[in-house]
């Protein structure tokens, strides 16, 4: 499940993840903070793991693709700086060109390890 926040030029986007579920992102055009809420999960950042337990933050660079594993049911936070307001134009306003090569590494790589 997905909710949108969005205040004076701050964006966050909620996903509530259940256990074992792998979310394959994309690359965004500027870094990002990305908050652990609650719950545990496994990040690979271009090829880079890194297992975070709440509550925990992380700064994604930009350009660089990202996956997340929930290893428990976790609730994760992208916050992004932006004047965008709008759900249906914020991923065209953040989200970098893709490589949709470099998404499936990822997917293959987190799932294969559960």
């Not at 996903?15 to 992102?25: K, N």
Request: aromatic share 6%; glycine share 6%; with cysteine.
């Amino acid at each position: 499940m997905i909710t949108h926040f969005f205040s004076s030029g701050v964006y966050a986007k909620e996903t509530r993840i259940p256990a074992g579920h792998v979310l394959v992102q994309h690359a965004h055009k500027h870094d990002h903070l990305s908050i652990l809420a609650q719950g545990s999960v496994e990040v690979l950042v271009d090829g880079e793991k890194q297992v975070l337990h709440a509550p925990a933050c992380v700064t994604i660079e930009a350009n660089r693709h990202h996956g997340v594993k929930s290893l428990t049911d976790a609730i994760w936070y992208c916050v992004h700086a932006t004047a965008c307001v709008d759900e249906d134009e914020i991923d065209e306003v953040l989200i970098a060109p893709g490589d949709i090569t470099a998404a499936q590494a990822i997917a293959d790589t987190l799932q294969k390890e559960y």
